[in-house]
């Protein structure tokens, strides 16, 4: 089933992101990993429900319209576009790694997490 199979790839795509945004090792920076795994687990929840958000710039129009998360869906916009809008340009064309921008991003990314793994009947806040 080709939702399914959607829906899996965005699983597989957040756990990988959500992984290296938490390696202190990591030499890219972190902010754009946590950035990654919340979209595509934000595609996962639209997935299970044959929404396809497609790009990350549509995240705001496409809950907007869907209502995805109740009323949660402003929360997870908001969150989505402070990290895509404000604080991931920073640190993806700027010359420093802000420590308190990355506390921010994984704070924002933690609330993404909670409404989306509630919508996806997660026992944890991961998923794993």
Known sequence: ????ASYDTHIKKYRMFL????NEQNSEPRVIAY??????????????????INKHQ????VLEESRLFG?????VWRAFQEIENQIRPGQAYGGRIDGEALRRT???VEIITGICGRALGWENAEGV
């Open 1 to 4: 089933m080709r939702n399914m």
């Open 19 to 22: 992984r290296d945004a938490k």
């Open 35 to 52: 950035f990654e795994a919340a979209f595509h687990l934000i595609e996962a929840v639209a997935a299970r429900q044959r929404i396809h």
């Open 58 to 61: 549509l995240v705001r129009r």
């Open 71 to 75: 009323e949660d869906t402003s929360r």
């Open 106 to 108: 994984r704070r924002l």
